[in-house]
């Protein structure tokens, strides 16, 4: 069988207590991926890192955003149309796309959260983790074979928790739009192994994608269990995105149940 490995935002900022959204347990979860990849590096014949990838200004960052006396929110608030609609939140850039955005985006029973600003792009919070980059060259030079990176969330109007879409797409532009060519990657092999951070955030918007997207795929999947955390309380065996992910077919698995 070829197996495939897909990881996502194995990243500083997410991964490291002193990251700027750091999720607990991420720094046990990257030392599982390390010695996943390294004790069955020959099994691979693929592995893909995702990267979360933002400047500064972005939707959801609060810079993007200003009240009415001129004051930027602070993280974690929460912006809804009805907001901007009374005025109590508004951006100088693109004031329709911000009404457009939240529109669409609560069409599809989803909230705007604003965050810490994370992963600035070439900052070293967006680096891949040195536990996990280790590996993956290990790899790559036992295999001889490239890694993949893909890059989501560099465009300013919308959040990108999912590798495969944009929360709203952006009309002509095509990083925002689902990524088709990821898909036929990962559709090639037998097995695509998936772990990441976090677990109910940019782990779990991928596989609703999959899930909705490419269901033969999903059937395809592991979930490795044990290198994925989440941000708060979240039980993955009760979740409904995570249950019909099991139900098209997926496993879960801790990685030191993984047989090859």
């Not at 691979?44 to 890192?49: D, E, G, H």
């Not at 809804?80 to 457009?100: E, M, S």
């Not at 599809?108 to 919070?125: E, F, R, S, V, Y």
Request: some cysteine.
């Amino acid at each position: 069988m070829t197996n495939a490995l897909l990881l996502i935002d194995e990243q500083r900022d997410f991964c490291y207590v002193d990251g700027a959204l750091s999720v607990p347990g991420a720094e046990e979860d990257i030392k599982r991926v390390h010695d996943f990849i390294v004790n069955n590096k020959r099994q691979f014949s693929n592995i893909t890192l995702t990267a979360d990838s933002h400047y500064p200004y972005h939707v959801a960052h609060p810079i993007f955003w200003k009240d009415k006396d001129g004051n930027h929110p602070a993280p974690f608030t929460v912006i809804t149309l009805q907001d901007v609609k009374d005025g109590k939140y508004q951006t100088a850039v693109n004031p329709q796309w911000a009404v457009r955005y939240l529109t669409e985006l609560e069409a599809a029973g989803k909230t705007l959260c604003l965050w810490n600003p994370h992963c600035i792009i070439a900052t070293k919070g967006w680096s891949i983790v040195d536990e996990v980059m280790d590996a993956v060259i290990e790899w790559s030079m036992e295999t001889c074979i490239p890694y993949r990176m893909e890059f989501k969330g560099s465009n300013i109007l919308t959040e990108h928790y999912s590798v495969m879409k944009a929360e709203v797409p952006v009309p002509n532009c095509p990083e925002t739009q689902l990524n088709q060519g990821l898909l036929d990657t990962l559709n090639k092999y037998d097995r695509v192994f998936f772990g990441g951070e976090a677990l109910n955030y940019c782990c779990k918007y991928t596989l609703d994608d999959l899930n909705t997207y490419a269901p033969d795929l999903v059937k395809k999947m592991v979930i490795l269990t044990d290198c994925m955390s989440p941000i708060g309380n979240f039980d993955i065996n009760t979740d409904p995105v995570y249950q019909k992910a099991v139900s098209l077919g997926a496993k879960l698995m801790k990685s030191t149940e993984v047989t090859f």
